[in-house]
């Protein structure tokens, strides 16, 4: 198995999916308890209980983040994850009984598959049962509709899907992601610079989006079909010891990452969105190295979800003329 996110001790992960309607969920379980922080740069995000991990909220501890597909309708699907949570009597104390603590954040996936339906509570409760400390990457849970490099429409689109990654530190501190991809630009191997999944030319080719925008007027079609349709969502975690605002910097810092290997990003189109879990198990080795090797590490995680794609069952082109059609190899 490759580094992942569930070496963080305490963190857990799983998914339950839709294959017929490619539509799913990705929950992320901290049921003792983590620090929860966010960072959204894109302009067009679909999120539940973001609020709440403000360092200003009274809240500091958060129970699950569930990664949901369907856009805003797969907002239902951390209800679920509460409901799974709350039989087992994990939540916040309000001296009445525990609150579970659930942000979640969507992705647009309706272009494929099917359009009416879409991650719900069952799914997500679904999610919490299959989760434990090995997870699954490429076409799985909320990476089954994902896709990247749309500018010139799904048909000329390419296959994405979840990716995962860890290090750990010499102090024995571990940093570990998860990312599902579905953004509207192409994704890069930032060490080579080689472009590994985009949009694709007329004869099957990668093409570049930036060049493409280069070129592009005003009037160019993908300005109406492109809005409010991709984000890329990704979950940090830790075993250091943070505070909200100490984990909210992390999650700035991380956030670099999609700026290091997707292009564009943090368009008007994307609900970018990076989260951070600090499980508090060890004392932390400071903010500065946590949040660099962070980036580093949701970089990896960010090509994975590309690249595992392809090599678990995804296919590296699309040629689907209109929503609701099946993908073809």
């Known amino acids: 198995m490759s580094p992942s996110i569930t070496d963080v001790p305490g963190v857990l992960a799983g998914h339950a999916q839709d ?17 929860g922080a966010v960072d959204v740069r894109g302009g067009a995000p679909g ?52 609150v579970p603590i659930v942000p979640a954040a969507v992705i647009f996936d309706l272009a494929i598959g099917s359009a009416d339906r879409f991650a719900d509570a069952a799914m997500g409760y679904a999610a919490c049962n299959a989760a434990g400390a090995t997870v699954s990457e490429g076409c799985v849970g909320v990476g ?23 290090e750990r530190l010499a102090d024995g501190t571990t940093v570990g992601a998860l990312a599902v991809c579905n953004a509207f630009g192409d994704v890069y191997d930032e060490r080579s610079g080689r472009l590994l999944a985009g949009v694709r030319a007329d004869d099957g080719s ?43 910097k992390v999650a700035q810092m991380a956030q670099d990452a999609l700026a290091r290997t997707i292009r564009p990003v943090h368009t008007p189109f994307d609900g970018d969105a990076v989260f951070v879990l600090a499980t508090g198990r060890r004392a932390s080795p400071g903010v500065l190295p946590l949040g660099a090797i962070a980036a580093d590490v949701l970089a990896r995680a960010i ?3 590309v690249t595992q794609a392809w090599s ?11 929503r609701g059609e099946r993908r073809e190899g």
């Open 144 to 166: 089954i509709g994902a896709t990247v490099g749309k500018i010139r429409g799904m048909q000329y689109a390419m296959k994405a899907g979840v990716g995962v990654w860890s």
């Open 47 to 98: 999120t539940r209980e973001t609020d709440l991990l403000s360092p200003m909220a009274t809240v500091d501890v958060v129970h699950a983040v569930a990664l949901c597909g369907g856009s805003a309708f797969g907002l239902a699907a951390a209800t679920g994850v509460v409901q799974w949570l709350a039989e087992r009597g994990i939540g916040f104390p309000t001296g009445i009984r525990p």
């Open 206 to 248: 990668l093409a570049d989006t930036m060049a493409l925008l280069r070129g592009a007027g005003p009037a160019s079609p993908w300005q109406a079909s492109a809005e409010g349709r991709n984000t890329t969502l990704a979950v940090v975690a830790t075993d250091a010891r943070l505070t909200k605002a100490e984990a909210t």
């Open 303 to 305: 090509e994975r979800s």
């Open 19 to 35: 294959d017929a309607a490619l539509t799913g969920c990705t929950v992320i379980l901290t049921p003792e308890g983590a620090v």
């Open 312 to 322: 678990l069952g995804g296919v590296p082109g699309m040629r689907q003329e209109a």
